[in-house]
């Protein structure tokens, strides 16, 4: 079974700083997707940014990047030029074809923008 | 609108009571799928629907849980005989691919 470890249960940041949150995931699927998630305090769930298996390039989208290592089987977000609203929750997700078809969570790390 | 919607909001009832949760699911999603999470914690994967397949409901705690999703469209989750573990916030997603999963607002559930 696939398996995700977010290892920083909390985060703090400077505002405008950029800030790395922690992903590693354990499967034998060759083909996967890598997904993360913003929970702000509201509770709502906003998809933030995928990463396929076989893309050649890390994703990007915009102050979001997702610095993936496949071979050391992690996916790490950077989040540049920190703003206070990027406090929340962060969560790391997985989806594969075998086993459950459904998004695996890690168990977050919640990240707080100091002014 | 245009994304998932669930409803009730929030739901307070007492321990003993049995409870129906709604998932509208956006347009054409034809994967759906209900997480539980408790306060401070990630979120637990339920049951799956795809289509016309049979779902997999192997996340489900207790055979007090069930769901199911009519026409392909909107989902219910019940819970009978509720108890207060069963007090969490339950998220419903839909999604066209199978994999980047839409979330709606959630029903925070209160068993007293």
């Known amino acids: 079974a696939q398996k995700i470890t977010q290892t920083q249960p909390g985060m703090f940041v400077q505002e405008k700083e950029a800030v790395t949150l922690d992903c590693t995931y354990d499967?034998?699927?060759?083909?996967?997707?890598l997904f993360w998630y913003k929970q702000p305090s509201s509770g709502e769930m906003i998809f933030l940014i995928y990463?396929?298996?076989?893309?050649?390039q890390n994703a990007t989208e915009g102050r979001y990047s997702l610095n993936f290592q496949k071979a050391r089987k992690s996916a790490n977000l950077v989040i540049s030029a920190s703003q206070l609203g990027d406090s929340a929750m962060y969560f790391c997700?997985?989806?594969?074809?075998?086993?459950?078809?459904?998004?695996?969570f890690g168990s977050g790390t919640r990240l707080q923008v100091q002014p | 609108g245009a994304g998932v919607s669930q409803s009730p909001s929030n739901k307070v009832t007492e321990k003993g009571k049995d409870v129906e949760l709604r998932c509208d699911p956006i347009?054409?999603?034809?994967?759906l799928y209900w997480y539980r999470q408790s306060l401070g914690q990630g979120l637990e994967f339920l049951i799956y629907?795809?289509?016309?397949?049979?779902?997999?409901k192997s996340g489900l705690p207790s055979d007090r849980f069930s769901a199911e999703r009519t026409g392909g469209s909107v989902s219910t989750l019940t819970i009978q005989r509720t108890q207060q573990e069963d007090s969490a916030v339950y998220l419903c997603?839909?999604?066209?691919?199978?994999?980047?999963?839409?979330f709606g607002q959630g029903t925070r559930l209160t068993v007293v």
């Open positions: 997700a997985f989806f594969g074809p075998t086993g459950r078809r459904a998004l695996t």
């Open positions: 990463q396929g298996s076989y893309d050649e």
């Open positions: 347009s054409g999603h034809t994967a």
């Open positions: 499967t034998s699927d060759q083909s996967y997707g």
């Open positions: 997603a839909s999604s066209y691919t199978g994999a980047e999963a839409f």
């Open positions: 629907f795809q289509g016309n397949s049979a779902p997999d």
